[in-house]
C-alpha cells in the first residue's frame, strides 16, 4: 500500500470548492435553481451538483431562459438530460416577454437576444421565488465577472451593485437576503476555459455535438464565423460556405460564432484550448465586442 | 502528474508596479490572449503611450478605469505546467485594508511590493502585517524597479535587512525576497541578467516551487456538518474536511452532543468510497449508529476536540463605513457551518496595523480598522483557534438590518476569565518570613549563555545563606509547560506561566532566577507589571549575546536545524527577538565568561 500524500490536483480542489458551495446553498435557501442552457459551462455545473447530493437526486430544479434562437442540438440534450437525470425543468421564454411587451426586439443583425434573457431570468426567478440561481460563470471570462462574488447579492431589481459588493472570507458565504430580493451563485467562479474542457475529459461528461468538430454552413461576419441557421437573416453579398468548425460557447445562435478546429474529442479540445491565443468570448460573442464596458453594463441589469 | 493549486493575495498601489507585475505575470505565463493583449495595445496607444500598458490587463471595472484605481478585489487566473495559481488582487491604500483582509482570507501566499526606490513603506508593512494576521503561512518580498537603481545588490539588502527588521514584530514563518523589475521582466519568469549578483530564483519559480502541502492541519480531525444527505438506505453527513484526517473505522464523537461512534464509510463527490479524508476534500461520512446529527455539528476524534464556548476572544477587522463596532452591539454570526448571534463584550484595544501599536484606549471600530474584543454568543461555538486552524477559527459577523458582512473575526481563544474564585489573603506576612525574594528575569538568544550564568547565580546565592532557584525555561517544557509550542500564543503562554511560578517563589521569600528566551517584550513587561503590582521586585537581565556568536555556539544544534529548515519558528531565525529597550542591566561576550558575567550580576544585585 502506498501512503497517502494528502494533496488534492487542483481539478480535485476545485471541484471541491463547487460540491461544497453546493451544498452550502442546498442547505441555507428554500428554493434554489440551476440555469442550464445546454452550454458546456451549465453541464458541467449540473455535473456538480448532482455529485454533490449523490445517492440522493438533485434538491432543486434546473432553468432555462430560452431565446427562442436556439441550436437544435442543444435543445435535444437538454430534454435528454433532464428525462435522464429525472429533473425538473423551468423554462422561461425571451419570445413571451417580447409578445407582452416587456422586452423589444433589438435592431440590427445579428438582432440577438442575449440582452433580453435579463427580462424573462427575471420574471422566472420573481413567479418561481427562487432566492438562489446557479450560474456557471467564470472570472476568467470577462474584467467585470473577475470582481464578482461567489455569492452575488442582487438586490429587488434584480441588478448588481459592483461598487458594494459584500465582502467575501475563508469559506464563509453570506447569502441572507430579503423577499424579492436573491442571490447568484457561481460555483465555477475559480475555473477556466481549460479547467472547464479538462474536467470534462477527467469525467467524460457528454455534451452537445456542436462542441466538437464537425461541417457545417457558417458566414463570415465581423471578424467571426456565425453558423447559417434559419435564425440569421444574410446580408447583402454574403454567401454560406461549408467549414470544419466547433462551438466554444453556445447561446443565442445569431450572434455566436464559431471556430475553425478539428478537435473531434475532448481531448483534442483540450489540447487545443491550450494552444488556444483567443479568448472564448473574444472568439465568439459578437455582443461582447458592442463596448469595453459591455459585459459591466448588462450584468448590472440582472443579466447572468 | 498533476497540478496543483495556489492562492495567492497581492496588495499594492499603482505605484508599487503591482498591476504591471500581474500583468507581467500572466503575460509571461501566456496566460493572456491576443486579443486582450490587442485591446491593451489599442488602449496604450490612444493614451499616448509608447509600449502596451500591462497594468491595463487587470484594470476591471469602469469606475475603475475612469479613476485609474482597483477598488476591489479581483481573481485572476494563469498557470504553469506545475501549478494553476489564482490571485487575489487587491489595491494596497490605507482604506482598503478590508479589500486586502478578504484576498488574504484564503491566500497560501502573499506577495509584497516594495519600490526599490522608496524602500520599506507604510503599505508594504501593512501589507505583511495583515498577511500574518490572516496566518498566510508564505510572505514573499519583490523588490520592484530594480532597473531605476541600477540594479544595486547595496540596495537590495539594504531593503531586505529593513523589511526582515520589521517583519520580526510579525508572525512570518516562511520569508523570502526576490529583486524583479516587472516592467522589464527581470527574475519574473526567467533569472535576470542584469542582476548577476542575485542567487536565488525567479519569483514564478518561487510560487511553482513553495511547498504548501505543510500548511495544512492533517492532526485536527474535524469535518463541521453541512448538509445532511438521505436516500433509500442511506444517510450520510455531507461537509468539508477542515482539517486532520477521517477513515472507515475510526472512532469519531459529534459535538456538541457528544455522542461517540464509528465511521462506517467515506465518500467523495458522486458518492465514491474513499480510502481516507483530509481537508479541504468535500465528503459524505455514513456512521455505523443512529445518532441524531445536523447542520451546525461537527464530527472529531474524540481524543481530540476543539474547544467549546461561548465567550471567546478574538481578532476582528471592521469592514463597512455605515456602522462602527462598538461594545454591546448584537450580530448575527457566521462560523463554520453554524449560524447564530453574538454581543460584543468590550473591545480590548484597537490595533494599529501600521505601527502594531494597541490602542486600549480605543471606544470602537470603524472601517478597515483592526482590535481584539471579547464576545459572547448565544450558542456555543466549536472552534479552534485561528492560528491552528483558519477554517475551524474564522468568523464573519452580519448587521442583522441591512445583512451585510460587516467584521471579519479570527479567533485566539475561549476568553480567559476573571474568575469567581475567592482569592485567600495569607496570614503570614512577607515581613514575617525569614529571607525576601525577588526575581532575576535573563532573556536572550537560544545559545546566548543564560542558563550559565543562572546556574552560576544560584550556585553563589546558595553559597551565600540565601535560597534561591532557577527556573530554566527547556526544563519547564518537560513539566510544567510540556504541551505548550513555539507559536506566538504558546511562547506568551510559556512566559506567564514561568512568571507566575516566580513570581510565587519570590513571594515566599526565594530568589528565582528566571532563564528563558522569553523573545516578547509584551510578555516580559506583563510578568514586570504582575510583580510591581505585587510589590516584588524584578529585574531584567538582556544577556545581549550576537546572534552570530549564538550560531557559532550551537549548543544544541538548533541554529543548525533552523537554517536547513527542519525547524521552524526558531527565535533569532524566522522568528523575532525583542530585546528589551531598558534592562536593568545588559550581560555582553566582552564582560567575560558566564562565572564573570554571574560575579558581575550578582554585584549590581546587592548594590
Known amino acids: ?304 | 502528474m498533476s497540478t496543483q493549486l495556489l492562492r495567492l493575495a497581492t496588495a499594492g498601489s499603482v505605484d508599487d508596479g503591482k498591476s504591471t507585475l500581474i500583468g507581467r505575470l500572466l503575460h509571461d505565463s501566456k496566460a493572456v490572449f491576443t486579443d486582450q493583449l490587442a485591446a491593451v495595445a489599442r488602449t496604450s496607444a490612444e493614451r499616448g503611450a509608447d509600449q502596451p500598458d500591462l497594468a491595463l490587463l487587470t484594470d476591471g471595472l469602469r469606475a475603475e478605469r475612469e479613476q485609474g484605481i482597483t477598488i476591489d478585489v479581483a481573481y485572476r487566473y494563469f498557470a504553469t505546467p506545475k501549478r494553476k495559481f489564482i490571485i487575489a488582487d487587491t489595491p494596497g491604500h490605507v482604506q482598503h485594508t478590508r479589500n486586502m483582509v478578504t484576498g488574504a482570507s484564503t491566500a497560501d501566499l502573499a506577495l509584497v511590493l516594495v519600490d526599490a526606490r522608496n524602500g520599506v513603506l507604510e503599505q508594504s508593512k501593512r501589507h505583511a502585517s495583515i498577511a500574518s494576521l490572516l496566518g498566510i503561512p508564505h510572505l514573499v518580498v519583490c523588490v520592484n524597479k530594480m532597473d531605476l537603481v541600477g540594479f544595486s545588490e547595496e540596495r537590495f539588502a539594504e531593503i531586505r535587512e529593513d523589511f526582515r527588521r520589521f517583519a520580526m514584530k510579525l508572525d512570518v514563518h516562511d520569508l523570502s525576497f526576490v529583486p524583479i523589475s516587472a516592467l522589464h521582466g527581470d527574475n519574473i519568469v526567467h533569472r535576470s541578467t542584469e542582476m548577476p549578483w542575485y542567487e536565488g530564483t525567479s519569483l514564478l519559480h518561487q510560487l511553482e516551487e513553495v511547498h504548501i502541502a505543510s500548511d495544512r492541519n492533517l492532526i485536527d480531525a474535524r469535518l463541521p456538518v453541512q448538509y445532511v444527505i438521505r436516500a433509500a438506505d442511506f444517510r450520510g453527513y455531507a461537509g468539508t474536511m477542515a482539517g486532520g484526517t477521517l477513515r472507515p473505522g475510526d472512532e469519531v464523537a459529534v459535538l456538541p452532543s457528544g455522542f461517540t461512534s464509528t465511521v462506517r464509510s467515506v465518500r467523495g463527490p458522486g458518492n465514491v468510497a474513499l480510502d481516507e479524508a483530509f481537508a479541504p476534500q468535500a465528503v459524505t461520512v455514513q456512521l455505523d449508529d443512529d445518532i441524531d446529527v445536523s447542520r451546525g455539528d461537527l464530527i472529531c476524534r474524540p481524543g481530540n476536540r476543539p474547544h467549546v464556548a461561548s465567550d471567546v476572544d478574538a481578532m476582528v477587522c471592521w469592514l463597512t463605513e455605515q456602522s462602527e463596532l462598538t461594545p454591546g452591539s448584537r450580530y448575527a454570526l457566521q462560523h463554520t457551518t453554524r449560524s447564530t448571534r453574538a454581543t460584543v463584550g468590550q473591545l480590548d484595544y484597537r490595533l494599529d496595523i501600521d505601527s502594531l501599536h494597541r490602542d486600549k484606549t480605543a471606544e470602537g471600530l470603524a472601517l478597515n480598522e483592526i482590535g481584539r474584543i471579547r464576545m459572547r454568543t448565544q450558542h456555543p461555538l466549536l472552534f479552534d483557534p485561528y492560528r491552528r486552524n483558519r477554517d475551524t477559527g474564522s468568523f464573519i459577523l452580519v448587521d442583522e438590518a441591512t445583512d451585510n458582512t460587516v467584521a471579519a473575526g479570527m479567533i485566539t481563544g475561549p476568553a480567559v476569565t476573571g474568575s469567581d474564585v475567592v482569592w485567600h489573603s495569607p496570614t503570614v506576612t512577607r515581613e514575617q518570613r525569614a529571607t525576601t525574594g525577588m526575581t532575576v528575569w535573563l532573556t536572550g538568544l537560544s545559545g546566548s549563555g543564560k542558563s550559565a550564568v543562572a546556574a552560576e547565580l544560584e550556585r553563589r546565592l546558595v553559597a551565600s545563606g540565601r535560597p534561591a532557584y532557577v527556573l530554566d525555561g527547556d526544563n519547564l517544557r518537560h513539566g510544567l509547560n510540556a504541551g505548550l509550542g513555539f507559536t506566538a500564543a504558546d511562547r506568551a503562554e510559556n512566559v506567564r506561566r514561568a512568571g507566575e511560578v516566580a513570581r510565587l517563589f519570590a513571594d515566599a521569600g526565594v530568589v528565582a532566577v528566571v532563564s528563558l528566551i522569553s523573545p516578547y517584550r509584551e510578555d516580559r513587561d506583563r510578568v514586570r507589571a504582575a510583580h510591581v503590582a505585587d510589590g516584588l521586585p524584578f529585574v531584567e537581565i538582556f544577556v545581549d549575546t550576537p546572534l552570530e556568536t549564538c550560531a557559532e555556539r550551537d549548543p544544541k544544534g538548533m541554529y543548525a536545524k533552523a537554517r536547513a529548515g527542519e525547524i521552524t519558528g526558531f527565535t533569532g531565525i524566522d522568528d523575532p527577538y525583542e530585546a528589551p529597550r531598558t534592562p536593568d542591566l545588559v550581560l555582553r561576550p566582552e564582560d567575560g565568561d558566564a562565572a564573570t558575567q554571574a560575579a558581575i550580576l550578582l554585584e549590581y544585585l546587592q548594590r
Open chain 1, 1 to 304: 500500500m502506498t501512503a497517502t500524500i494528502y494533496e488534492l490536483s487542483h481539478l480535485h480542489a476545485l471541484e471541491a470548492e463547487a460540491v461544497h458551495v453546493f451544498r452550502e446553498v442546498a442547505a441555507t435557501f428554500e428554493r434554489p435553481g440551476l440555469l442550464f442552457s445546454g452550454g458546456k459551462d451549465s453541464v458541467v455545473m449540473l455535473h456538480l451538483a448532482t455529485k454533490a447530493f449523490a445517492p440522493a437526486p438533485l434538491p432543486f430544479p434546473v432553468v432555462h431562459v430560452d431565446t427562442g434562437h436556439n441550436f437544435d442540438e442543444v435543445i435535444s440534450f437538454r430534454d435528454r438530460v433532464v428525462s435522464e437525470f429525472g429533473l425538473r425543468l423551468i423554462v422561461g421564454c425571451v419570445q413571451d416577454d417580447i409578445d407582452a411587451g416587456r422586452a423589444v426586439e433589438e435592431s440590427g443583425n445579428p438582432a440577438g437576444r442575449n440582452r433580453l434573457q435579463s427580462t424573462t431570468l427575471l420574471r422566472v426567478i420573481t413567479e418561481n421565488g427562487l432566492g438562489a440561481v446557479f450560474g456557471g460563470a467564470r472570472r476568467d471570462e470577462e474584467k467585470a465577472r473577475a470582481k464578482e462574488r461567489v455569492f452575488s447579492f442582487r438586490d429587488e431589481f434584480g441588478q448588481w451593485d459592483p461598487r458594494n459588493q459584500r465582502p467575501e472570507l475563508w469559506r464563509l458565504y453570506n447569502g441572507r437576503h430579503r423577499p424579492g430580493e436573491h442571490i447568484r451563485v457561481f460555483p465555477l467562479s475559480n475555473w477556466t476555459e481549460l479547467d472547464v474542457w479538462s474536467y470534462i475529459l477527467a469525467e467524460d461528461i457528454e455534451l452537445p455535438s456542436l462542441y466538437y468538430a464537425h461541417q457545417r454552413p457558417v458566414v463570415q461576419r465581423d471578424g467571426m464565423l456565425l453558423a447559417h441557421t434559419r435564425h440569421l437573416t444574410l446580408l447583402p453579398g454574403e454567401e454560406p460556405a461549408t467549414a470544419t468548425v466547433r462551438f466554444r460557447t453556445v447561446g443565442d445562435a445569431t450572434c455566436t460564432g464559431c471556430v475553425e478546429s478539428t478537435a473531434t474529442t475532448a481531448r483534442e479540445v483540450v489540447a487545443e484550448v491550450a494552444a488556444t491565443r483567443v479568448t472564448e468570448r473574444g472568439a465568439t460573442r459578437a455582443d461582447d465586442r458592442i463596448s469595453e464596458a459591455g459585459m459591466e453594463d448588462r450584468k448590472k441589469e440582472g443579466y447572468f
